[in-house]
Nanobody, 117 residues
């Protein structure tokens, strides 16, 4: 069974940086897209960024463009570099993998990010 584990969350002051990592195990995600999502209290989950297997297509939510960078080290690891963090970036961040027919097949448990003003 595939498993995704996020790490790197924490608390930081506005303007600071955090680097999230996602490690997948149990199967290879070569040829599949991966992505980062987040969910703030009282809000719906939203996509933050996504990346294809080859990295030839990367998408960002408008709210994070120019501040966040998604990258993929290999088939089963992915990172999200978050700079210039804002209080509105506070959320639980989820890693997703295995993008197929419009949805992700696997999800991590999430890692909390808190940005204080």
């Amino acid at each position: 069974q595939a498993r995704l584990v996020e790490s790197g969350g924490g608390s930081v002051q506005a303007g600071g940086s955090l680097r999230l990592s996602c490690a997948a195990s149990g199967r290879s995600f070569a040829s599949y897209g991966m992505g980062w999502f987040r969910q703030a209290p009282g809000k719906e989950r939203e996509k933050v960024a996504s990346i294809t297997w080859t990295g030839d297509r990367i998408d960002y939510a408008d709210s994070v463009k120019g501040r966040f960078t998604i990258s993929r080290d290999n088939a089963n690891t992915m990172t999200l570099q978050m700079n210039s963090l804002k209080p509105e970036d506070t959320a639980v961040y989820y890693c997703a993998a295995g993008f197929l027919r419009g949805e992700y097949m696997y999800w991590g448990q999430g890692t909390q990010v808190v940005v204080s003003s």
